[in-house]
């Protein structure tokens, strides 16, 4: 029985890991439209997703990580495929002492002193499925740049239109999943789930809810025949 379990349990973190996502998921739950307020990111090698949304007109959400001579940044954005969200775009810049000076344009949303490489978001609307947390996102623009040196970066990322939306950040290229990780993807699946729409985590759950007791109720049924 002992030595069921165990395979039990290792086909499905088998199967987690093989089709999820290797990405770190972060919400964000706070202001992050100032630099002073800007989500700092660890390790931007190792991948993760950053789910966030623009609420008003015009906000702008910053992040900023220490970033290392050589040291390759990758970055991609992800519109969620919702309601109310299919037109949604945003533009980011990659912000940073040493990078080109910036257009007028963006004077407002680079400090002093910095310069900005801007990723426009572009027309592609590629269609992209995440089998195992069912959702479903359009693939947006994809940057990737070698730093010239150390020292502190900011992503800024932005509507120029005042459209508010929803979309996922996704950073760096290794995609391997830490045990802890593998351990609590179901939580990070129903947030995902939750931040997509609240009413879908709910329904599921009262489906495997169903699924668990209509099983019980067979196995009992199984072993009272026995008896």
């Known amino acids: 029985m002992k030595l069921k379990k165990i395979i039990f349990i290792t086909t499905i973190l088998i199967f987690i890991s093989t089709y999820t996502l290797a990405h770190e998921g972060i919400f964000i739950n706070r202001d992050i439209s100032s630099i002073e307020k800007s989500w700092k990111i660890e390790d931007i090698q190792h991948s993760k997703a950053i789910y966030s949304q623009l609420q008003e007109e015009l906000q ?3 992040y900023r990580f220490q970033g290392l001579q050589e040291e390759e940044y990758y970055s991609q954005v992800l519109i969620p495929q919702i309601e109310g969200n299919h037109n949604f775009m945003v533009t980011k810049l990659l912000i940073g ?13 680079v400090p002093s002193g910095y310069g900005a490489i801007p990723v426009e978001p572009g027309n592609s609307r ?3 499925f995440e089998p195992f947390t069912q959702t479903s996102y359009y693939k947006k623009q994809q940057f990737s740049f070698q730093l010239e040196e150390d020292g ?3 992503i800024a990322v932005f509507n120029s239109h005042g459209q508010t939306g ?10 391997d ?16 789930n939750w931040w997509f729409n609240p009413f879908r985590p709910i329904v599921m759950m009262i489906i495997i809810g169903g699924l668990i007791f209509l099983c019980i109720k067979v196995i009992q049924g199984i072993r009272n025949k026995k008896s």
């Open 97 to 109: 002492e040493n990078l080109p000076s910036i257009n007028e344009q963006y004077n407002d949303i």
């Open 152 to 154: 502190t970066y900011y």
């Open 60 to 62: 702008v959400d910053y």
């Open 126 to 128: 590629e269609e992209f």
């Open 177 to 192: 999943m830490s045990f802890m990780e593998l351990i609590t993807y179901p939580v990070t699946w129903f947030k995902v």
């Open 166 to 175: 929803k979309y996922v950040l996704t950073l760096g290229e290794e995609e």
